[in-house]
């Protein structure tokens, strides 16, 4: 009775999108309007922000951005709605284009007029993705991406290697292009001055002295929130950091939004060291990346905007074996220029031989190999395309 029960439920909540779809479909577009969102409902961040603070310029432009928390500090150029109420499906019904950075699950159905602009957080594809995952992935994912994958207009890389993926396993149709611009959000890497300024301004603001060594530990989604896969030595960390760098140690614990209720371990050692931050609710995390001198990650694509920067980064994978079963490597780790430590006991041994001129060496050769598209400009050239395709000619302020 309980399985025929919940689903009636699902076959109700059906019957009411199906319905409710149709009556937003009947609303106008208002020329103009563009709906932004981040990390389903996350604040002013990523690629989409970039996007925003270009399109600030132009005359006659409603930007929205739709958050989960109406807290959330915004420019006083963008209107703040709250993430899938009734008043989002709305400016998703009349907006004249979407701008979004991962799938989401659409509450309105996409007109052929409007415009969807996907600006994918990834800048590059360490574990398998879409098509590519299939076989990981929910079925009511697939279903979702399938159609989001229909439905995008463009779809923005980084780099040529990434582009081959999209076009493989995005579900992308011939009519979808691929921008090949770079990442918007990498923008910043090409400014010397903002990156200054930005490392300035984020360690004023988590108390970090200009000459003391900063490593970022990022840890990646993962399917099982509860198991230990990730938990590394920090106090040893810290220890043989200081020894090698000759420098005071902080480390910023920056945790994938999943993982997140596995945090108190990280929480309870940020209380009691203050060699130790969390950075979990920092919104921007490219801000937090200028901050830092080194991350270390186990599959997160983040290293890559590490990699640009020119920046040190190394793989720490406990779960490793495991993780290739769950979810699948486009490579094994060991053919990127990152070291691998699979133990914490591997780490300090990377850490203790890591010789930095042919670490140099090895990234630039890999990078090189990837192609990179970024050149610093990717904000200015998508916002111009995004304006080229809602339909009105708009001048610059």
């Not at 690629?47 to 603070?53: H, L, Y």
């Not at 209107?79 to 019904?93: D, G, I, N, P, T």
């Amino acid at each position: 009775m309980k399985i025929v029960k919940k689903f009636s439920i699902k076959i109700y909540h059906i019957l009411i999108f199906l319905v409710f779809s149709k009556i937003m479909s009947c609303l106008p577009i208002k020329k103009g309007k563009i709906v932004f969102l981040n990390f389903q409902g996350s604040g002013f961040g990523d690629s989409p922000a970039e996007i925003a603070k270009k399109l600030q310029s132009y005359k006659g432009l409603d930007l929205v951005w739709l958050v989960k928390d109406e807290n959330e500090p915004m420019p006083n150029y963008i209107r703040k709605v709250k993430y899938r109420s009734l008043k989002a499906c709305f400016e998703l019904a009349t907006a004249s284009a979407w701008v979004d950075n991962v799938r989401d699950e659409h509450l309105v159905l996409k007109k052929k007029n409007q415009i969807y602009l996907q600006l994918w957080h990834g800048s590059i594809s360490l574990k398998k993705i879409e098509r590519d995952a299939s076989d990981k992935l929910s079925f009511r994912y697939k279903l979702n991406a399938i159609y989001d994958g229909k439905i995008i207009n463009a779809i923005t890389c980084g780099n040529r290697n990434q582009e081959r993926i999209f076009e493989r396993a995005f579900y992308l149709k011939d009519k979808n292009q691929i921008l090949k611009y770079g990442v918007p959000r990498n923008d910043i890497f090409y400014d010397l001055e903002r990156v200054n300024s930005v490392r300035k301004k984020v360690r004023e603001r988590l108390e970090i002295r200009d000459n003391e060594y900063v490593i970022l530990y990022a840890p990646t989604f993962r399917n099982d929130v509860d198991r230990e896969s990730n938990k590394i030595d920090l106090e040893r960390l810290i220890d043989i950091l200081e020894r090698k760098v000759h420098k005071n140690i902080k480390v910023l614990i920056k945790l994938h939004p999943n993982i997140r209720r596995c945090g108190k371990y990280y929480s309870y050692l940020a209380e009691e060291n203050n060699k130790i931050i969390d950075v979990s609710d920092y919104v921007d995390s490219v801000e937090i990346g200028i901050c830092s001198d080194a991350i270390i990650t186990d599959y997160s694509s983040y290293i890559y905007d590490f990699a640009i920067l020119g920046k040190v980064g190394m793989f720490f994978t406990l779960d490793y074996k495991d993780y290739i079963e769950e979810r699948g490597l486009y490579e094994k780790l060991e053919n990127y220029p990152f070291p691998l430590a699979t133990s914490n006991d591997e780490l300090i041994n990377v850490i203790k031989n890591f010789d930095i001129t042919e670490y140099k060496k090895n990234l630039k050769e890999w990078l090189k190999k990837l192609g990179v598209y970024e050149q610093g400009c990717a904000s200015e050239k998508i916002s111009d395309w995004l304006i080229s395709q809602i339909g009105k000619r708009y001048e610059k302020c």
